[in-house]
């Protein structure tokens, strides 16, 4: 069981670049391996998640060629795909394993798609529920619910189909399959969600129309050409460095090439709700190519706040560090309306309960978030991130600050969103 042992700082203060986006990496392969000609994608994001991804594709008969951060996709086109020899992979990766349903549902060959361990645990209902209303039969464990799962050819028909919960997986998803669909294809968000799939869609010159909150596609769309994606850095990465440099005592951090995407910085916006010393400088972008920027972070005297409603699609995956960042902060913080957090990697709202009460933090959880007072101390210990990369790094996170030596458990996902995290933590971190 591979662990990380973290000591306390005396400050952070450097600048680093954060690497590419895991969302939009993802995308990036799929929609590559589905158009014709060559697609070259820059700062491209080698974590375990994209190269299970990468796998799948080549697996089903893509060219696929690595250099570095560098990825040359040779798609022959949308109808090219070929029937795998074995079951699909998708890791530890909940992105790739939910928005490829949607795409294997569109295939004139059966697939089969299995996971890890900690993959084969989390629902596919959501997706596979919807996805059966356009015409795909998707068995498995569950009545469909847990991988593996065998999805058989079916012709499929658009449908209008209205989130119940936001969801940018299922809206990706259901987009994916509206490609291979006879018809309109109508995802209705409850809120807006990341919009990494329309900006692909708009890369790849893929015709699709977005009024309020509804997203059309009709299909079957016509043959689309290879392209240029530059991905940008990952805000969820960036925010561990983000509220670390926030809570650390006099630390001063810049951030390089981070990704802004309006649809991602609920994160930025709370924290400077919470005041937040929080500089963002915007870079100059093309079209609806993905908004990058800087980030300096300085620390602050953070206060609590409520959490709620439009905003936390836009924060989702940085709850586990935003608790953190609340643990710091004066008063009391409320984060309610994130009940998605118990089906991602992890039960969020429960490790991260566990993880900060042994550190000393007063935290209190609740069906859909938690109740957190501070500013408290918190203290090094033995924790266990349950296999879950955010809840680890989250945990890194709150041990710059801890007393002692804190040792986290089950780190080894961390690679599937953010290798090198520990490396570029040290390189920031003064003792």
């Not at 399959?177 to 018809?183: E, M, N, P, T, V």
């Not at 059309?216 to 670390?244: C, E, L, M, R």
């Not at 643990?327 to 992890?346: F, I, M």
Request: proline residues 6%; hydrophobic residues 40%.
């Amino acid at each position: 069981m591979k662990q990380l042992v973290i000591h306390p700082v005396k400050r952070l203060q450097g600048t680093i670049a954060i690497p590419g986006d895991k969302s939009v990496s993802h995308r990036a392969v799929m929609l590559g391996s589905l158009a014709y000609g060559t697609t070259h994608v820059t700062h491209f994001l080698n974590s375990a998640d994209c190269l299970s991804t990468i796998g799948i594709f080549k697996a089903m008969g893509v060219k696929i060629k690595q250099s570095g951060d560098r990825v040359t996709i040779v798609g022959r086109g949308l109808n090219s795909l070929k029937p795998p020899r074995k079951t699909l992979d998708a890791g530890n990766s909940g992105t790739t394993a939910r928005i490829l349903l949607g795409l294997l549902a569109g295939q004139p060959f059966t697939s089969r798609l299995t996971g890890d361990k900690y993959l084969r645990k989390r629902p596919m209902r959501r997706v596979v529920g919807p996805l059966t209303q356009m015409g795909a039969r998707i068995t498995g464990n569950e009545d469909g619910n847990l991988l593996p799962l065998k999805i058989e050819t079916r012709k499929l028909r658009g449908i209008t189909y209205e989130l119940p919960v936001a969801s940018a997986q299922v809206k990706s998803s259901l987009l994916l399959a509206g490609l291979f669909a006879d018809g309109k294809t109508k995802v209705i968000e409850p809120t807006p969600t990341r919009d990494h799939t329309e900006r692909m869609f708009s890369a790849f010159s893929i015709p699709f129309s977005q009024r309020g909150k509804t997203i059309t596609v009709k299909g079957p769309v016509k043959p689309f050409k290879g392209q240029w994606i530059k991905v940008p850095g990952d805000i969820s990465s960036a925010a561990f460095f983000i509220v670390a440099g926030l809570i650390t005592p006099g630390s001063m951090v810049r951030l390089l090439n981070v990704g802004l995407n309006p649809t991602r910085t609920g994160i930025l916006d709370i924290l400077q709700r919470m005041g937040a010393h929080l500089g963002v400088s915007y870079r100059k972008t093309r079209g609806g190519a993905e908004p990058i920027g800087d980030l300096t972070v300085a620390t602050s005297a953070l206060q609590g706040v409520e959490v709620g409603g439009d905003i936390v699609p836009r924060m989702i995956d940085e709850f586990p560090v935003f608790a953190v960042a609340a643990t710091q902060a004066r008063g009391t913080t409320v984060v309610k309306n994130a009940e998605d957090l118990k089906v991602k990697e992890s039960d969020r709202i429960l490790m991260m309960t566990v993880t900060l009460k042994k550190m000393g933090a007063d935290i209190q959880p609740t069906s859909d978030g938690w109740i957190i007072k501070g500013p408290t101390p918190l203290k090094g210990c033995r924790v266990s991130s349950g296999g879950d990369h955010r809840v680890a790094m989250a945990l890194a996170v709150a041990a710059l600050i801890a007393k002692g030596t804190t040792t986290i458990l089950d780190t080894e996902n961390i690679n599937t969103s953010f290798p090198g995290f520990a490396n570029l933590l040290e390189k920031v971190s003064v003792r």
